[in-house]
Structures are given as structure tokens and as C-alpha cells.
């Protein structure tokens, strides 16, 4: 099995060297051990433990890991305090970071978690990829040169607002996520405008009429332009329009509140 995530689909490629270098920040030494997997590689694997000797190691054949589309890979621990050591939780921390970076942990699969596995499932599942492309050499065949998938790093976030969940395809920028504009105003149902003559866009709440300009001499929001759309800074966003913003681990999402001095306003002017 290979080790060289130069194998791996040009968005994988892009994460993989912020994940290693913020788990570092964080005093989490990480190595890279398995990336793509051949048929031959994971029929073997898929045999250990079953019509081979060893313990099982994978559940499912070929194609269906995300490793034989290299959407995938595993890591283990450098620090020379055992590869797999997690008494001090150290593959949930290392999780932590990935998960910020738009991976999924296997560390989270329930039934049977896969602490040191990471893949990136914005192309769908393994069956999603079977049905569309039938094999890896036609999937590969659409990727992008990793140059032009360095340059804006797209990454699926889940996002809430009032018990309801979206998933936009937004723009990580050292940490930082850049939306549509118009896809978090249907996330706070916010009506949106545009003035082409002063170039302001406005969003105005629909249930209190309140109506923010954005991008204007007030509030100048730092913003990504690519592919025709403007993808504003969501934190800086949020925080203009009166919310805060925190993580939902039980449902995975980046959710919206209104700030404490916000509901407390509302609630005078609905007296």
C-alpha cells in the first residue's frame, strides 16, 4: 500500500499538508501510512482475517473503500510514544482538526469506528462513485490540476440557523470559511439585493425588517471572488449581522445565534 498522497485526488492532496501543519501547532505529530489502494491491495486486506491469517482490518471489498478512489487515508502517530497509542485521546484531538478541514473522521462511524482513517466525501459515497464512474481511471480523469485546486481549497461545511441544517460548498482560506453570500441569507432568511450602481448588497430580515448593507463604506468584509461569485468571510458576516457563531457536535454544523444584545433589542421593539 502506498504512502504517497501525490496518488491521492488533488483536493486530498491539498488538505493533507493544513492538516499535518495545524496538528503540529497542536504538538500532534502525524505520519501518513496508507493513501491509495490498488484492487489487488485491498482484495488482500479484505482477505486478512477471513480466508488469511491476521485480524480484520477492512470491511469492505474492492471498489468499495475510499481508498481505491483516493478520496482517502490512514495516519498513525510519530511522537515515538507508540503509533497507536490513544490513552491520552490523541486520535480524537488529530480528528478534531481534520474535521475543521472539511474531512470525515472514522473515528465518529459508529459500529465500527476507524480512529486513524480520513476521507473526503464531498464526491459522495463509494456506491455514489461505483454508479457514476464505474472505475477509478474514469474518475480520475475529471480532477484538476492540484495548482488550480491550491489556489481556493473547496470544502463541503454542514450549516444551521433555527433547526435548519445546509450543506454549502464553501472556500477555506488559512482557517477561515468564504460563502455565497446569497446561500447564508437563505440559511437566516434574509431577502437579498444587489445595487449594481454603488455596489452594495443588501440583506433586510424578513421577519423584523432589518435591513444591513454589506460591502459598503461601513462594513467592508474581506471576500474571495472565484467562478463569478463572491464568497464573503462567514465569521466576519455573521458577526455584522448580529450572530455568533459556534461548532454542533451532535449534528456536525457551524450554527447561527443571534447575539444576546440583538434578542435583547428585538425584544424591546416588539413592546
Known sequence: MSRDIKLLHPEVQAIIPKFLDECKKQGLI?????????????????????????????????????????????ICRNDGKGAYNDSDSWFKKVGQVGKKLGLEWGGDWKGTPDKPHFELTKYGTTNTLVNKFGVFENFKKTWKPVEEVKKYMFVNRNYSYNNKIKSFNVINENGENYVKIRDLADLLNKKISYDANTKITN???????????????????????????NYMNARELANILGFETGFNETNQSIFFKLKKSII????????
Open 203 to 229: 440583506l433586510e430580515d424578513i421577519i423584523e425588517n432589518i435591513q444591513v448593507s454589506v460591502h459598503n463604506k461601513n462594513h467592508i468584509i474581506k471576500s474571495i471572488k472565484c467562478n463569478g461569485f
Open 30 to 74: 502525524v505520519k501518513v501510512t496508507d493513501t491509495l489502494r490498488t484492487k489487488e491491495e485491498q482484495d488482500k486486506l479484505y482477505a486478512q482475517g477471513r480466508t488469511e491469517a491476521g485480524n480484520i482490518v477492512t470491511w469492505v471489498k474492492y471498489p468499495y473503500s475510499n481508498h481505491n478512489w483516493g478520496m482517502a487515508f490512514d
Open 264 to 271: 435583547d433589542k428585538l425584544k424591546l421593539f416588539k413592546k
